[in-house]
């Protein structure tokens, strides 16, 4: 089967947001591979390292959420 890697790495990043903690860190629990793609795609920093997390660039943090919203919100208002 062959994979839309593209659209693996905006689910990836958007999944990343449900992470955030200390305003611009994450968990980085996700493949590698997809990793390393939104790293050399600037949203986030280095994987690599001992770390558990990882740090969203400016625009990473806005397109994680923006991403988050547009994938998996939900459009049914709650009461």
């Known amino acids: 089967m062959k994979l839309?890697?593209?659209r693996i790495d905006q689910a990836v990043l958007a999944l990343l947001?449900?992470?955030l903690h200390d305003e611009v860190r994450t968990w980085?629990?996700?493949d590698w591979d997809a990793m390393s793609r939104l790293?050399?795609?600037g949203f986030i920093s280095n994987p690599v390292g001992k770390?558990?997390?990882i740090v969203f660039t400016d625009e990473g943090l806005r397109e994680s959420e923006?991403?988050?919203q547009s994938l998996f919100g939900s459009?049914?208002?709650t009461k």
């Open 66 to 68: 923006r991403l988050l």
């Open 75 to 77: 459009s049914a208002q």
């Open 51 to 53: 770390t558990k997390s």
């Open 4 to 6: 839309d890697l593209d």
């Open 17 to 19: 947001y449900l992470g």
């Open 39 to 41: 790293h050399e795609k």
């Open 28 to 30: 980085k629990s996700f």
